[in-house]
Nanobody, 113 residues
């Protein structure tokens, strides 16, 4: 059974940083593509970054240059480093592996002064 658990969300001021984590059991990030998604209040869920099993990444234009994803295969955990956060980054953030198949419960990120 696949389980994905996100953590690391919280309240941060504009310009601040957060690092989200997604820990997996029942699947291996080294063998599957995965994605980080977010859903803001009243909006559809959107892809933040797609990470191929080989490690290549594809970021949404809105986060390019500010967000960075990485994988720790030993811990079977994927991280999303979010820098220069903006109020429009406020959303619930989810990991999914394979993308669209299994989802975590989400972690809330609020960017506000």
């Amino acid at each position: 059974q696949v389980q994905l658990v996100e953590s690391g969300g919280g309240l941060v001021q504009p310009g601040g940083s957060l690092r989200l984590s997604c820990a997996a059991s029942g699947t291996r990030f080294s063998r599957n593509d995965m994605g980080w998604y977010r859903q803001a209040p009243g909006k559809q869920r959107e892809l933040v970054v797609h990470i191929a099993s080989g490690g290549s990444t594809n970021y949404a234009d809105s986060v390019k240059g500010r967000f960075s994803a990485s994988i720790d295969n030993a811990k079977n955990t994927v991280y999303l480093q979010m820098n220069s956060l903006k109020p429009e980054d406020t959303a619930d953030y989810y990991c999914s592996c394979p993308p669209g198949a299994y989802w975590g419960q989400g972690t809330q990120v609020t960017v506000s002064s």
